[in-house]
């Protein structure tokens, strides 16, 4: 497979759980820091039990040309993010409504299943306002992020379960390449809901303590909330304004092994040959990859799958999953995680897999149980999903000069 050229990333912004935004995210996962607990913006019967990674409430941004009222809290958080990034990459909002700017956004749940008390109006006779249906037509967060910014370029929203985050970076790196747009943000938003909440607790596959990344005890995930995005700039867009690249999209593979709607496929068939396509593209041998930011949500499949597809491709690699401090945030997961994965490229560290202390025996390899030093410019962040999807892109520092 012929490499492919890097996309350079000139801004990041992320907000969940550990953290308002990206330094204060990486500063809790160094410190260890973690704040799981049981939900506050919904209720459950039978009693709650399960904790998540709740963010406190999102207020809308102070400035803008267009009105939120009404938005979704996965719109919000997906503004917020890209504000962030925005900021960092050096952008106006006049300056971009000069270029073709294209949004990809990742998510799963979004607003969809957060009108519980439309369809309870309607099943019991009445005949409720469409506030909630409106609210949910017109909240798209990719369409949100445009709209908010005036932009003009593809416009995407990729629903594909916990893989979304990744595969929007890899979609929109590959509009780049192609010359669709000159910028592109890319990323993931995800909400908290009673639905998605109740849903995974009926799978069996929830932890009733802070989850625990591939430890012999693990029992399952913890979900959570947040978003992320990247800018993705053309090279020659970038030259001329003489911005300097934080990193850039080396690769990116995706692939499905089809083998259960939950399960992923026993042998990792689809995660590995996801990691071979990212690497390939990339131009990257595994004795480049500095570490990897894995999946790890603390289930027991998962967990075991990922290890050993770790163990055989990327043998001796130090791997750290980062969901024990922000939960699993579902269709944000990829691009928080490759968010995190340029900091820790910048810091040459990456932090302890909180919540591992006891390495399983099944599992070949085991995550950093510590704040690890690292040495390359390469690393990987991995996503499985619900439906046998896998995505995985490899992200790298710029070429260093001299």
């Not at 490229?345 to 149980?369: C, M, R, T």
Request: a neutral charge; proline letters at 8%; aromatic letters at 4%.
């Amino acid at each position: 497979m012929t490499p492919v050229a890097p996309v350079p990333i000139t801004g990041l912004g992320c907000l969940c759980a550990a953290g308002p935004d990206l330094p204060a995210c990486v500063a809790a996962l160094y410190a260890g820091v973690r704040v799981p607990a049981l939900p506050v913006r919904f209720t459950r019967d039978p009693p709650v039990r399960h904790p998540v990674f709740e963010m406190p409430e999102v207020l809308p941004p102070a400035r803008g040309r267009h009105g939120r009222a009404g938005l979704s809290r996965t719109s919000l958080l997906a503004l917020t993010a890209a504000r962030e990034a925005l900021e960092d990459a050096g952008w106006s909002p006049a300056a971009l409504r000069r270029l073709r700017v294209g949004v990809c956004v990742g998510t799963t749940v979004g607003s969809a299943l957060n009108n519980e008390a439309f369809y309870r109006a309607y099943r019991a006779g009445g005949r409720p306002g469409m506030d909630a249906i409106d609210r949910f037509l017109g909240t798209n967060p990719a369409a949100a992020v445009a709209r908010e910014h005036g932009l003009s370029g593809p416009c995407q929203t990729v629903v594909n379960a916990c893989s979304s985050g990744t595969d929007a970076l890899g979609i929109a790196a590959s509009w780049i390449r192609a010359g669709v747009c000159d910028v592109a943000l890319a990323g993931g938003a995800d909400e908290l809901c009673r639905v998605t909440y109740n849903g995974f607790i009926s799978l069996m596959i929830t932890d009733e303590v802070p989850c625990r990344p591939f430890d012999r005890s693990r029992r399952g995930l913890n979900l959570g909330e947040g978003a992320a995005m990247l800018v993705l700039e053309a090279e020659p867009v970038r030259f001329r304004r003489a911005r300097a690249a934080r990193a850039a999209v080396l690769g990116y593979g995706s692939a499905c092994d089809a083998h259960h709607l939950t399960a992923p496929h026993p042998d990792g068939r689809g995660l590995k040959a996801a990691v071979c396509e990212a690497l390939e593209t990339a131009g990257v041998d595994a004795d480049r990859v500095a570490f990897v930011n894995a999946h790890g949500t603390g289930t027991p499949d998962n967990d075991r799958v990922e290890s050993r597809a770790l163990a055989e491709q990327l043998p001796g690699v130090p791997f750290v999953s980062t969901k024990g401090y922000t939960g699993h945030t579902l269709g944000a997961a990829g691009a928080i995680e490759a968010a995190f994965t340029v900091a820790c490229l910048e810091q040459g560290k990456i932090p302890a897999n909180v919540g591992f202390s006891e390495p399983d025996p099944e599992l070949p390899a085991a995550p950093a149980a510590r704040v690890t030093p690292v040495t390359g410019r390469v690393a990987l962040s991995q996503s499985l999903a619900f439906g046998g999807s896998n995505a995985a892109v490899v992200l790298g520092l710029p070429a260093q000069e001299g």
